[in-house]
C-alpha cells in the first residue's frame, strides 16, 4: 500500500546533487540522491500531472484559461 507524504525538504550538497527527505504520515524518512537532471524531470512530470488534472480539480475549462493568458 502507498503511503502517503507529509512532507519533503531538497538540499545540494558539495558534489552538484541533491539529496530528497521525503517524510510520510508516519514520521518515517526516505532519502533519496538525485542530479539536476533528475529534478528537472520531476519537475516536468508534476507539471504535467497538474496540467492535465486543473480541469478537473479546480473547475478550469478551455475558456477561462485563455482569458487569463491574454490578460
Do not use: C, K, W
Request: charged share 40%; aromatic share 6%.
Amino acid at each position: 500500500m502507498a503511503r502517503t507524504l507529509a512532507q519533503f525538504t531538497i538540499t545540494p550538497d558539495s558534489a552538484g546533487d541533491y539529496t530528497l527527505h521525503l517524510e510520510d504520515e508516519d514520521g518515517e524518512t526516505i532519502e533519496f540522491t538525485a542530479g539536476f537532471e533528475q529534478l528537472d524531470l520531476i519537475v516536468e512530470a508534476i507539471e504535467e500531472q497538474l496540467d492535465n488534472d486543473e480541469e478537473d480539480v479546480l473547475g478550469v475549462d478551455d475558456e477561462d484559461t485563455a482569458t487569463e493568458e491574454e490578460e
